[in-house]
């Protein structure tokens, strides 16, 4: 059984820092794209970041600068470490994990951790 558990979140005041980190079990970790997410309040879910098998990365023009987002394959692990933070920037952050299946791919959540930054 997959699961993506996602820990780091918590109370922070603008332009602080959080490192989130998605911790992987019951999947080929180092063959999955990792992604990370985030919902704002009333808000739909939105693509924060994705880092690929091989590392390559692709990050949301309004984190570009501020967030990195890496892979640990040995520790199963991914992360994303924000820095400069914005009240904007508050949220439940989601780890995506994307693996390729026979005829397309398959991707997993983790429960979310929440992100709330105050000015």
């Known amino acids: 059984q997959v699961q993506l558990v996602e820990s780091g979140g918590g109370l922070v005041q603008a332009r602080g820092s959080l490192r989130l980190s998605c911790a992987a079990s019951?999947?080929?970790?180092?063959?999955?794209?990792i992604g990370w997410y985030r919902q704002a309040p009333g808000k739909q879910r939105e693509l924060v970041a994705t880092?690929?098998?091989?590392?390559?990365?692709n990050y949301a023009d309004s984190v570009k600068g501020r967030f990195t987002i890496s892979r640990d394959n040995a520790k199963n692990t991914g992360y994303l470490q924000m820095t400069n933070l914005k009240p904007e920037d508050t949220a439940v952050y989601y780890c995506?994990?994307?693996?390729?299946?026979?005829?397309?791919?398959?991707?997993?959540w983790g429960q979310g951790t929440q992100v709330t930054v105050s000015s």
């Open positions: 880092i690929s098998t091989g590392g390559s990365t």
């Open positions: 019951g999947i080929t970790f180092s063959r999955t794209t």
């Open positions: 995506n994990a994307v693996r390729s299946v026979l005829g397309g791919t398959r991707d997993y």
